[in-house]
């Protein structure tokens, strides 16, 4: 049962974001290069976003001496530093690829594949990995 879980699990990581990209297609008529807009600025997020955390944010929450297993104030201390570090390296690719790339996707329809695109890439390489691990 848990293995049949896992493949439900993987599968469902993959194929939902692409069934919404099809649904949100065929519904407000936006296109996929949108989809692969949004995709790929959070990809160029990550490249920066993962080696800042490992050079720079987790060397300096050691040397304040906090580590995940403690409880309170110290762990709240961390959950807002990585999550403020993800927040920043995300929104400052989003700025840039609507300052740059993309310029004439400024709607709720081409905004919403964007977004699509943007959240529906981290669920697919997650769950590609998922399915990697359950290999």
Known sequence: MDIFVRVINAFLMVALPLALGVFLVN??????KIFGIGAAVFVASQVFHIP???????????????SNSQAGFGLAVI????????????EVARFWAY???????????????????????????LGALAAYGLI
């Open 79 to 90: 959950a807002i530093s990585y999550g403020l570090s993800a927040g920043i390296f995300e």
């Open 27 to 32: 519904w407000l008529k936006v296109e996929w």
């Open 52 to 66: 800042f955390n490992i050079w720079v944010l987790s060397p300096g929450i050691e040397k304040m001496g906090l």
């Open 99 to 125: 300052q740059y790339w993309a310029k004439d996707t400024r709607n709720w329809p081409a905004g919403l594949m964007f977004g699509a695109g943007h959240g529906g890439i981290e669920a697919i390489l």
